[in-house]
C-alpha cells in the first residue's frame, strides 16, 4: 500500500494522466479539443484550482496547477472522470480511459520549479518530435492564452452532456499566473524566451497546421 500524499493548501502542482495503453484518445479534433477544455474549466470553477497552462497530447496531458485550498485530490478525481465518460461517448468505448497507475501529482516548491515545468508543459509537442512550434500543435495548448490574458470558451459536449442537465451551456477559462509566483510581465518574458529556445532535435517529417479556431489555443 503506497503511503498517503500530503494535501497542503497554497501549493503548485504538474498534473499528469496518460490513456490507457498509451492510445491516442486524446488525439486531437475539435470536438476532443472543446470537451477537455469544457472538463478542466467546470471542475477548476468547481474547487476553486487556479490552472496556469495545461497541454493535451494524443495519449496524455500535463497540467499546471495552484491549489489555494487543498482540493488537488477532489479536482483530480472529478477532472478525469467527466473527460473520461465524455470521451468514451465521442470514441463509443466502454472500457477505461486512463492507465490503471495513479494520477501524477509533482509539488513544485519553488518558483523556478514552476517555471521549469511551464516549459515543459508548453513545449512539450516540440520536443515529442511532432510539430515545429508549439503554436502548430492541433491540440489544447495554452501558451499563448496565457501569454496574452485572452480568456477561452468550450461549449457543453453534446455527445455526452445533457442539454437540459444542470451542467452550463458554456464557460470559460483565463490561464493566469498567481500574484503568490511575483509580478507576471518578467514571468511571461522569461516564459516566452526559454519556450522560444525549445527547438525539435530534427525537422520534424510534417507539421500539423492548427485548426482555424484552436490556433494557438
Given at each position: 500500500m503506497s503511503l498517503p500524499r500530503?494535501?497542503?493548501?497554497?501549493?503548485?502542482?504538474?498534473?499528469?494522466?496518460r490513456c490507457t495503453q498509451r492510445q491516442f484518445l486524446l488525439r486531437p479534433d475539435e470536438e476532443t479539443n472543446n470537451s477537455f477544455l469544457y472538463c478542466l474549466s467546470k471542475?477548476?470553477?468547481?474547487?476553486?484550482?487556479?490552472?496556469?497552462?495545461?497541454c493535451a497530447m494524443s495519449n496524455h496531458h500535463?497540467?499546471?496547477?495552484?491549489d489555494r485550498h487543498g482540493n488537488v485530490p477532489a479536482f483530480t478525481e472529478r477532472f478525469h472522470k467527466l473527460l473520461a465518460k465524455s470521451q468514451n461517448?465521442?470514441?463509443?468505448?466502454?472500457?477505461?480511459?486512463?492507465?490503471?497507475?495513479?494520477?501524477?501529482?509533482?509539488?513544485?516548491?519553488?518558483?523556478?520549479?514552476v517555471m521549469h515545468?511551464?516549459?515543459?508543459?508548453?513545449t512539450n509537442p516540440v520536443k515529442d518530435h511532432l510539430v515545429e512550434k508549439v503554436c502548430h500543435w492541433p491540440g489544447v495548448n495554452g501558451l499563448a492564452a496565457l501569454l496574452s490574458g485572452r480568456t477561452l470558451e468550450a461549449t457543453r459536449p453534446r455527445h455526452f452532456f445533457r442539454p437540459a442537465g444542470p451542467m452550463p451551456a458554456a464557460v470559460?477559462?483565463?490561464f493566469?499566473?498567481?500574484?503568490?509566483?511575483?509580478?507576471?510581465?518578467?514571468?511571461?518574458a522569461e516564459l516566452r524566451?526559454?519556450?522560444?529556445?525549445?527547438?525539435?532535435?530534427?525537422?520534424?517529417?510534417?507539421?500539423?497546421?492548427?485548426?482555424?479556431s484552436w490556433a494557438g489555443a
Open positions: 500530503e494535501v497542503i493548501p497554497g501549493r503548485f502542482y504538474m498534473v499528469t494522466r471542475t477548476a470553477q468547481r474547487f476553486d484550482i487556479a490552472v496556469l497552462l495545461t500535463h497540467t499546471v496547477i495552484f461517448a465521442l470514441r463509443g468505448r466502454w472500457e477505461n480511459l486512463w492507465a490503471s497507475e495513479q494520477v501524477c501529482v509533482v509539488s513544485l516548491v519553488e518558483p523556478t520549479d515545468k511551464l516549459v515543459y508543459v508548453a470559460t477559462l483565463t493566469a499566473l498567481p500574484p503568490e509566483l511575483g509580478d507576471s510581465q518578467p514571468l511571461h524566451a526559454q519556450v522560444a529556445a525549445v527547438k525539435p532535435p530534427w525537422p520534424p517529417s510534417a507539421c500539423a497546421p492548427a485548426p482555424a
